[in-house]
């Protein structure tokens, strides 16, 4: 007899509630964790007595992962203490307009009224579309498994209305917003989110144009940190006899005749099972732990040419007075094409400027029991950055970049900043490789575009090893929590179809 | 020969149409061009 049914590989979102749809079919499962944390980038860390989140630090599409906990006869809403957040954000632009966008829809038209009157009508054709796309597309998508081709035609044999929106498939993320905006500020205030998956606008394509409609269904915090979420799907797993052992890297999955047979931990120990669900990066994972020895030479070809997801270097600020903002989100923006040539200048180049754009996340404005009385934090993503700096390292280079990014915050979206310090730490690409173990610091596993989607992404039922399942955010649909809870969820289906 | 006039004029119609497009879908598709030699290995992963 084997020592579990189902061996877990990483405590993500993705990890835990595929563990926990596991343990509620009834399966023995155990999760091992490389980390001292569960949570992966939906995480916190506590420092000096202010709790940190990691990376996420707001939930989107929260009904996909209500779907999750539902499964498990409870509730998203029951089983973490969300707060919610309203209004979605507030962007700073680039000629110092301030736009913010409530939750309600109609009051974001009059926001976009008064920046541009003539986009208020674009604002609820662009609503009507993409409420239109979500309506038909966000089962379908997000909980059929795209392993194939067949599976590819089930989706959309299963969902002919998404056959009307094929033009966002096809189209780019700008291309998208430009058919139904026309002003440039509207169009700015827009550009940050298309990194939300990972691309610049010019790249991305068009169906993640849902992405700013999405966030007006209502978008929450997690009460304590983020890695409330994560928190929820062990708490319903264990309930379920789940196991987690943190601090337990693994470095071999162990495998018999193309067909699983358990793990060796990094100390030696071997766990023997006949599933192993992946929640880690599967181009390191295929590469790595499998071996290249049990993989078909065009499999391997495949793998090789993934490329990874862009990497998001965070600092983190701990400070002793209230930030001059509003919201929980403050978006320190640039015109689209900007955002587009930052890609090509200096992410494609190698080089990282200290005048940013990104994500001001003001968590103790939803949260203030994060901090000390009176301490706040500002997580603040930064654009994206790239891995392999030209001429010089992340290593090298961390404290001037984190000295000029606070001189230049100071300067522009938070002024008096240096002298409010109480802590401040950059977490670069190789930082968040360190911690996570997430290759080139990827957030998102592999890149998102469409050459890196669906059935073009690793298959989340093994082709070449029985037993072997994705989840998370190298598989089917993507990153992002919402998106790899789905991937669980198709993962614990797959497994309940094929491992009776 | 025919037939290799009608591909090179296609060709050149398809460049020409691509050269047209406004900086930002000529991204889009240059990024997709790029990687369709690997869509056959990358569907067996």
């Not at chain 1, 929106?165 to 205030?189: A, H, P, W």
């Not at chain 1, 144009?209 to 269904?217: F, G, S, V």
């Not at chain 1, 880690?280 to 065009?298: A, C, D, Q, R, T």
């Not at chain 1, 592999?446 to 029985?466: E, G, I, N, Y």
């Amino acid at each position: 007899m084997k020592d579990y049914d189902v061996i877990v590989i990483g405590a993500g979102c993705g990890g835990l509630a595929s563990g926990a749809l596991l343990a509620h079919q009834g399966r023995r499962v155990l999760v091992l964790e490389q980390s001292e944390r569960v949570g992966g980038c939906c995480s916190t860390f506590e420092q000096q007595g202010y709790r940190i989140d990691i990376g996420a630090s707001i939930i989107e599409f929260p009904q996909v992962i209500d779907w999750c906990f539902q499964r498990m006869g409870t509730s998203f809403y029951d089983e973490v203490d969300l707060v919610p957040v309203d209004p979605t954000f507030s962007a700073i632009l680039n000629d110092g307009t301030r736009v913010t966008y409530p939750i309600s829809l109609e009051e974001t038209a009059r926001e976009i009224g008064r920046i541009a009157p003539e986009d208020v009508k674009g604002w609820e054709r662009y609503s009507k579309k993409i409420k239109g796309f979500l309506d038909a597309a966000l089962d379908g998508f997000f909980l059929s498994p795209a392993n194939n081709l067949t599976d590819v035609i089930k989706l959309f044999a299963r969902t002919p209305a998404l056959l009307k929106y094929n033009s966002l498939f096809f189209g780019s993320y700008e291309g998208v917003l430009r058919k139904y905006f026309k002003n440039e500020k509207v169009l700015e205030s827009f550009s940050f989110h298309s990194f939300y998956a990972g691309l610049p606008p010019s790249l991305l394509p068009g169906h993640f144009a849902m992405i700013p409609y999405a966030e007006h269904a209502g978008i929450y915090y997690s009460k304590g940190g983020m890695i409330g979420i994560p928190e929820g799907f062990r708490k319903c797993g264990e309930k379920e006899g789940m196991q987690v052992r943190l601090n337990t890297p693994v470095k071999k999955i162990m495998i018999e005749n193309k067909r699983i047979k358990g793990v060796i931990l990094e100390d030696g120990t071997e766990i023997t099972a006949d599933i192993v669900v992946s929640n880690i990066n599967s181009k390191k994972m295929y590469l790595e732990m499998v071996g290249e020895e049990h993989l078909p030479w065009l499999a391997k070809a495949g793998l090789k040419s993934y490329t990874y997801s862009m990497a998001t270097p965070m600092l983190y600020l701990c400070l002793d007075y209230e930030p001059p903002l509003n919201d929980h989100h403050t978006l320190m923006t640039l015109p689209m094409e900007k955002v587009n040539d930052y890609w090509f200048e200096h992410y494609m180049k190698g080089s990282f400027p200290g005048e940013q754009f990104g994500i001001l996340s003001w968590t103790t404005r939803s949260d203030p029991s994060l901090a000390p009385e009176g301490h706040h934090i500002i997580a603040v993503t930064l654009a994206p950055g790239v891995y392999n700096l030209e001429g010089t390292t992340w290593d090298n280079e961390k404290n001037a970049i984190k000295e000029s990014i606070i001189k230049y915050l100071s300067k522009t979206y938070l002024p008096g900043l240096e002298e409010h310090i109480v802590l401040a730490e950059l977490s670069t690409p190789v930082d968040f490789e360190r911690r996570l173990r997430s290759p080139e610091g990827a957030i998102y596993a592999l890149r998102q575009d469409l050459p890196h989607s669906m059935m073009f992404r690793p298959s989340a039922r093994s082709r070449h090893v029985k037993g072997l399942y994705l989840a998370g955010a190298s598989t089917h649909p993507g990153g992002g929590v919402p998106t790899v809870t789905a991937s669980a969820m198709i993962a614990a289906d797959l497994i309940e179809k094929y491992e009776k | 020969m025919k037939a290799l006039i009608i591909v090179a004029i296609v060709t050149a119609v398809l460049f020409l149409l691509y050269l047209v497009q406004p900086k930002s879908r000529r991204r889009f598709i240059a990024n997709l061009l790029s990687q369709v030699k690997y869509l056959v290995p990358r569907y067996f992963t």
